[in-house]
């Protein structure tokens, strides 16, 4: 009878620690450096911030370090957007951009994972990781950017 004891001691803390460890990984937070915009700017960043999907292209949100209003994240960061970010250096006055439901975007050559709205108060800054379409996450992001961020 002793020996039977003895399992069920230690599958007791196994199975407390195993359940830890799964709400560990799931309140991970993922580091990216928030912007500072000021002004119209700034107010227009959270705005959006209360807009965006809570879902996007089948990743949850995930919190960001440091918290930041101009910060939104999905799954563990493979989908990342930060706000009010200063015009993109590579992105010349004859620069293509793409118009994706109302919304220009412009590719940066540099890093193809790397999208900047353009012709509103604030520069959308989106990192879409490879395993992902970026225009489907663009047009997810369309409506949230026309109605919180003027042109």
Known sequence: MREAKGPAR????????????LLAGCSSTVHVEPPTPTGEAAAAC??????????????GRAASEPPS?????????????????????AMEPTAEVSDINGVG?????????????TNRVAYVEVTIGKGHQPGAVLVDLAEPIKSSIPE
């Open 10 to 21: 230690t599958t007791l803390p196994t199975t407390v620690v195993a359940a830890l460890a």
């Open 46 to 59: 959270r705005t959006l911030g209360t807009a965006l999907p809570k879902t996007l292209d089948g990743l």
């Open 69 to 89: 209003p101009y910060v939104a994240v999905w799954g563990d960061g493979q989908i990342a957007l930060r706000c009010g970010v200063p015009r993109p250096a």
């Open 105 to 117: 975007w412009f590719q940066d050559p540099r890093r193809p994972t790397l999208f900047t709205s």
